[in-house]
Nanobody, 124 residues
Framework: QVQLVESGGGVVQDGDSLTLSCLITGRSGSTLSAGWFRQAPGREREFVAA????????RYTDSVKSRFTISRDNAKNKVYLQMNNLRPEDTAIYYCATTGNYGVVVNADQYHFWGQGTQVTVSS
């Protein structure tokens, strides 16, 4: 059974940086495409970034392009989300997700496994 554990969230100031990590257990990370999603209070869950199995391709939602970077280390079974120049509107619970589907997967419905989430709060 695949399990995902996120870490790295916290409370930061406007313009600060954070790196989220997602540890994959129960299956080799190299057999899973991965993504990050977020959900702010009162809003629906939204796609943030996704990466293919071998990290050959990635996609981002427009609001985080040039500020966030998704990466992975399959030897460590980890997926990362480097977040720079954080803004108050980035405040949300961030979820790591993985799927056995190939490629860069942006649709949440195509993900099979989800973590519990980690809170990111950006104060102005």
């Amino acid at each position: 059974q695949v399990q995902l554990v996120e870490s790295g969230g916290g409370v930061v100031q406007d313009g600060d940086s954070l790196t989220l990590s997602c540890l994959i257990t129960g299956r080799s990370g190299s057999t899973l495409s991965a993504g990050w999603f977020r959900q702010a209070p009162g809003r629906e869950r939204e796609f943030v970034a996704a990466i293919s199995r071998a990290a050959h391709a990635a996609r981002y939602t427009d609001s985080v392009k040039s500020r966030f970077t998704i990466s992975r280390d399959n030897a460590k079974n980890k997926v990362y989300l480097q977040m720079n120049n954080l803004r108050p509107e980035d405040t949300a619970i961030y979820y790591c997700a993985t799927t056995g589907n190939y490629g860069v997967v942006v649709n949440a419905d195509q993900y099979h496994f989800w973590g519990q989430g980690t809170q990111v709060t950006v104060s102005s």
